[in-house]
């Protein structure tokens, strides 16, 4: 038996779910190539202890793991959501049928 509240099988999903579900996928996606980076990068460069402060190398006056491991990826993600909100994401019509 089907379900009442389910669309006839013949029926297209709608334009603007299909957009929405798109964006969102891509978004989902970027988080989680972020977190794949982020989270071994500083794990893996961040978490050995330094004996001699001057052994520490910095970009910019910060330690090298923190700009690889927080700073460029969080660049890159602010550059990409800019870039995706207006120029990717598309304005759809949601007047009813």
Known sequence: MADSN???ADRPDDPVFL???REAL???GLWAAAMLWV???CYFFGYHPVENPEQLKTIIGIPDWVFWGVFVPWLV???FSFVF???LI???DLEAE
């Open 26 to 28: 891509v978004i989902l």
């Open 6 to 8: 389910s669309p006839p």
């Open 90 to 92: 598309q304005d759809d």
């Open 77 to 79: 993600c602010c550059l």
């Open 39 to 41: 989270v071994p990068y």
């Open 19 to 21: 957009h929405a579900r």
């Open 85 to 87: 909100s207006f120029w």
